[in-house]
């Protein structure tokens, strides 16, 4: 079987009752509303199909990718997958902040 890119495959799928769970925590969060090309990211993320990324990058893995073309475990990379924000709701949340990604109020 060939390796997935970075040696793991990642499943951020989630059904049931973590899901449900999930989705009551995300309404007493701040909301974020994203759009079409976040919500893409989002998907391709969740599938796996950004294996080995388990979620938007951090600071380091952006330096990286930017500056060598690698994650900072050093998987090569060639694109920084971020979760960009204007600057009013970056100054409303922090680094470690939980926030509900919303597309037009809906929760996704």
Do not use: C
Not at 16 to 43: P, T, W
């Amino acid at each position: 079987m060939i390796q997935p890119h970075g040696g793991k495959l990642v499943n951020l799928m989630v059904d049931g009752a973590e899901r449900q769970k999930l989705m009551q925590e995300a309404e007493s969060l701040q909301g974020v509303v994203v759009d079409e090309y976040i919500i893409a990211d989002l998907e391709m993320l969740s599938s796996g199909a950004l294996s080995p990324l388990t979620g938007f990058m951090n600071l380091k893995d952006y330096g990286n990718v930017i500056d060598n073309v690698r994650l900072a475990d050093g998987t090569v990379w060639p694109v920084p997958i971020v979760l960009a924000v204007n600057d009013d709701i970056a100054s409303k949340i922090s680094v470690d902040s939980k926030i509900a990604l919303k597309d037009d109020n809906k929760t996704i």
